[in-house]
């Protein structure tokens, strides 16, 4: 199994521009998590799904941020605009009901300057 | 809601010498706990989990922990460590009713430093 694969790794764009982060489960994983590491705040959890369809969003900073998850193999994390606060590493982690804890994906690190 | 604290901030281990990183938690029933360690540049990965049973539980690398719910702690231990160590560590908490696979919370983690 390949894990949890995010795209791109780093991402380096200007303040204002849209930005798209990428992330394929586990195949036969039905949660997905989305999580943003700062030095400032740790791990904070922003959205997560259950068999796709989103469950908590409740982390989601702003509306700027909007996440999907078209299919069980598939999410997207988009901010729009970006600002050079929203730098930081995004990770996606993925878990089975019938395994008890996440696979992590490598992370995208992203800069907004 | 559940919380996690992981005191020590940053820990700096001799090459051989034991380790004990603490963690205390808070949550109103039993809960669900994780370690989890991060490499640099790298993401998270999974070291040892409890839910129920036996108090001490082993995981990868040669790593335990153990669950002291008197003191509701969670505190991971090697007895001797390698530089291959060195890393991010964060404990972390899930609801036992969703079987830790909802909103896990996070420390804040402890960076571990070996030195030789």
């Known amino acids: 199994d390949a894990g949890v694969i995010q795209s791109p790794r780093h991402e380096v764009t200007e303040m204002g521009q849209e930005v798209t982060l990428r992330c394929k489960p586990i195949s036969g994983h039905d949660y997905l998590f989305w999580y943003r590491q700062t030095m400032m705040r740790g791990l904070e959890l922003l959205i997560y799904f259950n068999n796709n369809v989103p469950i908590d969003d409740s982390g989601m900073p702003e509306d700027r941020f909007s996440a999907k998850m078209p299919n069980a193999s598939f999410s997207t994390l988009k901010i729009q605009p970006s600002e050079p606060r929203d730098s930081a590493v995004y990770f996606c982690?993925?878990?089975?009901?019938?395994?008890?804890?996440?696979?992590f994906g490598s992370g995208t690190r992203l800069t907004v300057v | 809601a559940q919380s996690v604290t992981q005191p020590d901030i940053h820990i700096t281990v001799s090459e051989g010498a034991s380790l004990e990183l603490r963690c205390n938690y808070s949550?109103?029933?039993?809960?669900?706990l994780f370690w989890y360690v991060q490499s640099p540049g790298q993401g998270l990965q999974l070291l040892l989990k409890y839910f129920s049973g036996d108090t001490l539980v082993q995981g990868i690398k040669g790593f335990e922990a153990e669950f002291k719910r008197s003191q509701s702690s969670f505190n991971l231990r090697k007895p001797s460590v390698h530089w291959s160590d060195a890393a991010e560590y964060f404990c972390a908490v899930g609801a036992s009713s969703n079987f830790g696979n909802e909103k896990l919370t996070f420390g804040t983690g402890t960076r571990l430093t070996i030195i030789p």
């Open positions: 982690a993925s878990s089975s009901s019938s395994w008890y804890g996440y696979t």
């Open positions: 949550y109103g029933a039993t809960p669900y």
